[in-house]
């Protein structure tokens, strides 16, 4: 109940926060392969979307690989903006981290070297592939820092595998216990 309620939350945030180049952009009416062809080009959010969607499908590892790139693209976008209150700033992303991205990096966390392995093919995507949304080269400064951010993640998760991995295991059976899905299944 407590899943549904969160999932309810969540979606009707990001309804409510979508007004993206002056038009509602509801992304999760879009299907798993438009957002996929689309990642490109829409906002960070939308992989949010559809890492959301895989997690749901249970392709677990391909939701790791594109929560890992909205949150670098979202946390991209976010550094090039002052301090915005804008609907899709730091409020949305705060949510979009807790709701969608706290079970996936769960699950990541149990497989650690999956995740490092992961970290570095969505990095290599983002570096492989342009961003319409916020400029690579208007941006470069921050796109620099925002790559070291992921470098410096991944060095944490290889430096504290068992750790990691650890609490990972304690927070899924922790999760279970209260009668919510393990996310090892």
């Known amino acids: 109940m407590i899943k549904i309620i969160k999932w309810i939350f969540t979606v009707s945030l990001l309804l409510a926060s979508f007004s993206i180049h002056a038009e509602r952009v509801d992304y999760g009416t879009y299907s798993v ?95 492989n592939n342009g961003n319409s949304f916020t400029s690579k080269e208007k941006y470069k400064k921050e796109y620099a820092a925002i790559h070291l951010e992921i470098d410096n993640m991944i060095n944490y998760i290889k430096n504290n595998k068992d750790e990691i991995k650890n609490d990972r295991i304690k927070t899924n059976k922790i999760q279970t216990s209260k009668n919510e899905i393990d996310i090892r299944k």
Do not use: C, M
């Open 33 to 127: 392969t438009q957002l996929k062809q689309q990642a490109a080009t829409i906002h960070p959010a939308g992989l949010y979307i559809l890492a959301s969607k895989l997690f749901k499908e249970n392709k677990k590892d391909d939701a790791v690989f594109w929560l890992t790139i909205g949150h670098l693209r979202f946390r991209f976008h976010l550094i090039t903006k002052a301090e915005s209150t804008a609907p899709d700033g730091s409020s949305l992303f705060s949510t979009l981290q807790n709701f969608i991205g706290t079970p996936i990096y769960d699950y990541a966390g149990i497989n650690p070297d999956s995740w490092i392995k992961t970290a570095q093919q969505a990095k290599q995507w983002d570096l």
